[in-house]
């Protein structure tokens, strides 16, 4: 690793009091540039904390004291991560601009593949690095991550699952498509069963199959060694999962609509889900979707049970008026009544 001194330190390190990413992590901004982890763990590790410190200041912190490399590898994060900033600028406001007058090849995979440019990237599968340099550019769409990626791929070298992702945009590698994207290989559009199989996925894999092994899947004999997560365990995990879940339904709704037809005419949630080709996933795509689905067509049923004649009857009884008929039926004792005594001395 390059070994840099205290006038590289002050040139980064002024640069950087502007940069976007200064509240970042440094771990993702590592993870993100491919390069070595950042060591040190903990919610302050980012480079605010260190940017306001001279270099003779920085050498006497805890996390860099005697450990001459970790110099190196702050420095190499912070101007590596600079050159995301120089590019960038008003990249987003002018992409429809540079767009128009030069062709993306990434939008032209996604229109090929009958992808809505404006899918949420909310429902993407990135790791932490990559979501935390979108949220940097206000980047909410597979389709703004497009002309974003192209612009960095000519200025950044990219590394992570934002490389990963551009390559097979760009080549339109389908299966590579469908490890952060919920398409179907030979298919076009997007679909719910792999919408929801990628929110199961954003789990760590233990914590797949240990939540899937305590909603009852069949693991693989490599995997069979897994401990089932408990019931608190379960139902946080479910509780992380619940706004992603909703928000996939809602984006799907027409899809929803056609699942919700499938499963009133008889077809499982096991057999809708096979398509994830994972048990452990499946098993919680089976359980996420159950929350949504299940009360939705128990509530049809029941508003499409006719009640039964004797429920109807009772009904009937008790909520019906007294029909007019019976007040004509009583006149008469009415009548009799008033012929007391003095009506009879006085012959009315």
Not at 282 to 293: D, G, K, Q, W
Request: include cysteine.
């Amino acid at each position: 690793m390059r070994k840099y001194t205290s006038a590289d330190w002050d040139e980064v390190r002024k640069k950087f009091r502007n940069s976007i990413m200064a509240e970042t992590s440094l771990i993702s901004l590592a993870q993100n540039l491919d390069m070595e982890e950042w060591p040190v763990t903990g919610e302050e590790e980012r480079p605010t904390k260190y940017i306001d410190f001279t270099w003779d200041e920085l050498l006497m912190m805890p996390e860099i004291e005697g450990k001459t490399e970790r110099i190196g590898q702050l420095v190499s994060i912070l101007k590596e991560t600079l050159a995301f900033d120089d590019p960038f600028g008003d990249m987003v406001a002018q992409v429809v601009e540079e767009t128009s007058s030069k062709e993306n090849p990434i939008l032209k995979t996604l229109s090929r593949l009958g992808i809505p440019h404006e899918f949420p990237l909310e429902l993407a599968q990135f790791s932490s690095g990559t979501r935390a340099v979108c949220a940097s550019e206000g980047i909410n769409t597979i389709g703004e991550f497009a002309n974003l990626g192209q612009q960095m791929a000519t200025r950044v070298v990219l590394g992570g699952d934002f490389r990963n992702a551009l390559n097979a945009l760009t080549h339109g590698d389908e299966e590579g498509i469908g490890h952060f994207l919920p398409y179907r290989r030979g298919t076009s559009g997007l679909h719910l069963p792999e919408a929801i199989g990628l929110i199961a996925a954003t789990l760590s894999r233990p914590e797949q199959l240990s939540f899937g092994k305590f909603l009852g899947a069949k693991l693989s004999n490599a995997d069979s060694n897994a401990t089932a997560a408990t019931k608190e365990q379960a139902a946080a995990f479910e509780a992380t999962l619940r706004a992603k879940t909703l928000l996939a339904f809602g984006w799907f709704k027409d899809q929803r609509a056609d699942l919700l037809k499938k499963m009133m005419d008889g077809t499982t949630l096991e057999r809708y889900f096979l398509v994830i080709n994972d048990t452990a996933r499946e098993a919680i795509a089976i359980r996420l979707a159950s929350t949504v689905m299940l009360p939705e067509i128990e509530r049809r049923k029941v508003a499409a049970t006719p009640a039964s004649p004797a429920a109807a009857a009772k009904s009937s009884v008790t909520k019906a008026p007294m029909p007019k008929a019976a007040a004509v039926v009583n006149a008469p004792a009415a009548a009799k009544v008033k012929k007391g005594f003095w009506a009879r001395l006085f012959g009315k």
